[in-house]
């Protein structure tokens, strides 16, 4: 009768478990915390980046919707971007693809290396290529003769 009230300590061994796992447990969840929170800010930083291929081809398509006019084909070839009269402004995160010319990044975060299609002789679609964080997938953009914009391989781990 005398045991239901008891309280009973645990034993030394069960004391010194109990203290090991409360010391290693925060360590672990802190590190995978930590580890998400850097892979978010690598991700945040990569949508800035792709914020800058996208306006870089519209701007291409632009020039190439204009050069159309004006020649009736679209630029292609090896002196396609000097046909169009298009080049960076400042430095630039990915390289441009358009016919079998291509513009390299001045600003490369990692090496990426992108083997672009046989060049069409309509000089599309353009492609432009980069590797936005520490991994070996590449990110791929290109936007075809009607405008259409696709991230065809994505480099984020998050959409």
Same mark, same amino acid.
Request: aromatic share 18%; proline share 10%.
């Given at each position: 009768m005398g045991q239901m009230g008891q309280y009973r300590a645990p034993s !030394? !061994? #069960?004391r010194y478990l109990i203290i090991a796992v409360s010391i290693q447990v925060p360590p672990i969840i802190w590190v995978l915390v930590i580890m998400f929170v850097? !892979? @978010? $800010?690598e991700d945040q930083n990569a949508k800035t980046v792709q914020a800058e291929v996208k306006h870089i081809l519209r701007d291409i398509y632009k020039a190439q919707e204009?050069?159309? $006019? $004006?020649n009736g084909v679209f630029a292609s070839g090896p002196d *396609?971007?000097?046909?169009?009269g298009w080049g960076p402004e400042g430095n630039i995160s990915y390289s441009y693809y358009c016919g079998s010319d291509m513009i390299e990044a001045t600003r490369k975060?990692? @090496? *990426?290396?992108?083997?672009?299609?046989?060049?069409? #002789?309509?000089?599309?679609?353009?492609?432009g290529v980069g590797n936005v964080d520490p991994d070996l997938q590449c990110d791929v953009w290109t936007i075809d003769e009607k405008g259409n914009l696709e991230?065809?391989?994505r480099d984020l781990w998050f959409p």
């Open positions: !030394k !061994k #069960r850097v !892979k @978010v $800010a204009n050069y159309h $006019a $004006a *396609c971007f000097s046909a169009l975060f990692w @090496v *990426c290396d992108f083997d672009p299609p046989t060049p069409s #002789r309509t000089g599309f679609p353009i492609y991230n065809v391989e």
